[in-house]
């Protein structure tokens, strides 16, 4: 079993930035993939960025150049750091991790951009 536990939501300005975190735990083995979702009232559930074992990393058109993901091996944590937050990032943000066939899903933190 695959352990996520995510941190760092808030209530953020526009324009503002914040950063969140995911650890993992359990058998953080054969893992495809590492990445952050997010889901807003009344949407559908949606990528906003992925980092492949390998490294490459894949972002949702919408958060290109203002979000950035990283991952540390060694903590088994992966990070999106926010910046040039917009209303419409309001959702709660999901930690993902691919393990062979099997998504695992952290708890979900709220992130709320508003004046």
């Known amino acids: 079993q695959v352990q996520l536990v995510e941190s760092g939501g808030g209530l953020v300005q526009p324009g503002g930035s914040l950063r969140l975190s995911c650890a993992a735990s359990?058998?953080?083995?054969?893992?495809?993939?590492m990445g952050w979702y997010r889901q807003a009232p009344g949407k559908q559930r949606e990528v906003v960025a992925v980092?492949?074992?390998?490294?490459?990393?894949h972002y949702a058109g919408s958060v290109k150049g203002r979000f950035t993901i990283s991952r540390d091996n060694a903590k088994n944590t992966v990070y999106l750091q926010m910046n040039s937050l917009k209303p419409e990032d309001t959702a709660v943000y999901y930690c993902?991790?691919?393990?062979?066939?099997?998504?695992?899903w952290g708890q979900g933190t709220q992130v709320t951009v508003s004046s």
């Open positions: 359990g058998s953080i083995f054969s893992i495809n993939a």
């Open positions: 980092v492949a074992t390998g490294g490459s990393t």
């Open positions: 993902n991790l691919k393990k062979l066939a099997t998504d695992y």
